[in-house]
């Protein structure tokens, strides 16, 4: 549920370009690392194509 003057940055990148920045701390969200490991571990992203950021 948004709050009210909440600010959500929404970024298209790549999952390779997202685990990257889950190294780097630029994602810190434990929903977010949670939902991408998830998806890591289904094999949902190899279904798309991806390169590096």
Do not use: H, P, W
């Not at 630029?26 to 939902?35: L, N, S």
């Not at 949902?44 to 194509?49: E, F, G, H, I």
């Amino acid at each position: 549920m948004a709050i009210e003057n909440e600010e959500i940055e929404v970024l298209e990148i790549s999952f390779t370009g997202a685990f990257k920045m889950i190294e780097t701390e630029e994602i810190a969200d434990v929903r977010t690392i949670v939902r991408l490991e998830y998806a890591q571990i289904k094999g949902v992203y190899s279904k798309y194509y991806y390169s590096s950021c």
